[in-house]
């Protein structure tokens, strides 16, 4: 996944959370504006981590932010993690050949 | 989809009840009550509840369809979502301009009073004090129309016909004092027609009866100088009798 992916992913998630908050009047239209506007200045983060760190902030005060970000970034990560692992088990096996190879010679 | 369907214990075979004349029923059974349920829902219509937040969600994702996600955020952070229920809040305040309207008045008069609107209280007073005085008047004006049935419509009209042939003779006279003293007479003329049209009966006040006997021992009495006139008038055939005036107003009223 992709830093741009995951923005556009948690835009999704957090426009769900506001809609459906106004909706069942948990949140007010003003309520909605703030959230928007501590929330727009955080998609000019340079790195994913910076952003994420950005949103743990946001998310303690914001529980539209909050849902939002348990629901994107555990994705996010979930996905990193898979994407750590997978390398770290392809220079494993990398190392692993050489070695054997080292051996073998 | 298919079901095991066991019969006697035993046997099973499998069958699609879609196809079997019982689930047929039940489900045609069970549509006809969906229906009725749905046409019981529609006969009680549930009164839309106005909720502005709900109209600014369904902005929020319309523009989030039709804009992108981040335009929708920023077109919320930069409250444009506001504006559009603000105006339609606008409309709706407007059509219920005359249900505020009343229950303003309601408000007003249940309102208890105080010293600022003791004054207007006190005023409305005044007011109602002037119109039940007014009433009490226009009974009285009344009472005296209907007495005016009884008018001696005789006299006015001699008296004005009268007055015509003066203020024609005023018109024909050339020597100051003669005019002068025709005025007089009409002016005179006139004040009968006046006294004749506000008392109809003849009916003198008091004091004016007295005024009136102590005038009559005057020798220039205006009203016996006019009497006078009138009589030779009438003997010179130059004005009408009281009895030509009747008959014109008899078929006056006939017709």
Same mark, same amino acid.
């Given at each position: 996944m992709t830093y741009k992916t995951l923005q556009t992913n948690f835009e999704r998630e957090l426009l769900f959370q506001i809609i459906q908050n106004l909706r069942h009047k948990k949140l007010t239209h003003e309520e909605a504006k703030i959230v928007a506007q501590r929330f727009m200045p955080v998609l000019k983060s340079e790195t994913a981590q910076e952003f994420i760190e950005s949103l743990a902030k946001l998310a303690q005060y914001h529980p539209e932010i909050l849902e939002a970000f348990i629901k994107t970034i555990r994705e996010y990560e979930k996905d990193e993690v898979a994407n750590t692992l997978s390398r770290a088990r392809v220079c494993l096996s990398e190392f692993a050949t050489n070695d054997q190879l080292r051996i073998n010679n | 989809m298919e079901t095991k369907i066991l019969t006697n214990g035993t046997n099973s075979t499998t069958a699609d009840p879609l196809n079997t004349a019982e689930t047929t029923t039940m489900k045609k059974n069970?549509?006809?009550?969906?229906?009725?349920?749905?046409?019981? @829902?529609? +006969?009680? *219509?549930?009164?839309?509840?106005?909720? *502005?937040?709900?109209?600014?969600?369904?902005?929020?994702?319309? @523009?989030?369809?039709?804009?992108?996600?981040?335009?929708?955020?920023?077109?919320?952070?930069?409250? !444009?979502?506001?504006?559009?229920?603000?105006? @339609? /809040?606008?409309?709706? +305040?407007?059509?219920?301009?005359?249900?505020?309207?009343?229950?303003? !008045?309601?408000?007003?008069?249940?309102?208890?009073?105080?010293? =600022?609107?003791?004054?207007?209280?006190?005023?409305?007073?005044?007011?109602?004090?002037?119109?039940?005085?007014?009433?009490?008047?226009?009974?009285?004006?009344?009472?005296?129309?209907?007495? @005016? /049935?009884? %008018?001696?419509?005789?006299?006015?009209?001699?008296?004005?016909?009268?007055?015509?042939? %003066? +203020?024609?003779?005023?018109?024909?006279?050339?020597?100051?004092?003669?005019?002068?003293? %025709?005025?007089?007479?009409?002016? =005179?003329?006139?004040?009968?027609?006046?006294?004749?049209?506000?008392d109809p009966n003849g009916e003198m006040q008091d004091n004016e009866k007295e005024e009136h006997s102590s005038n009559e021992e005057e020798e220039n009495n205006p009203r016996r100088t006019l009497l006078e006139i009138v009589e030779k008038l009438q003997a010179e055939g130059q004005i009408r009798t009281n009895r030509q005036i009747q008959q014109d107003v008899h078929s006056a009223q006939a017709a």
């Open positions: - | 069970f549509e006809e009550k969906e229906i009725v349920i749905a046409d019981a @829902s529609e +006969a009680i *219509p549930e009164k839309p509840e106005h909720n *502005p937040d709900h109209e600014i969600a369904d902005e929020i994702l319309k @523009s989030a369809k039709e804009d992108g996600f981040e335009d929708a955020l920023q077109k919320l952070a930069d409250g !444009e979502f506001e504006k559009d229920l603000k105006e @339609s /809040e606008v409309v709706k +305040a407007e059509e219920n301009l005359l249900e505020e309207l009343i229950v303003d !008045e309601e408000i007003f008069i249940q309102e208890p009073i105080t010293p =600022e609107n003791g004054y207007m209280v006190e005023r409305i007073h005044e007011l109602e004090a002037r119109v039940a005085n007014l009433e009490l008047k226009n009974k009285e004006l009344s009472e005296r129309l209907r007495n @005016s /049935e009884n %008018l001696n419509i005789m006299t006015i009209f001699s008296l004005a016909e009268i007055a015509r042939i %003066l +203020a024609e003779m005023i018109k024909e006279e050339e020597k100051g004092e003669e005019k002068v003293s %025709l005025l007089e007479i009409l002016v =005179e003329v006139l004040q009968e027609i006046f006294h004749a049209i506000i």
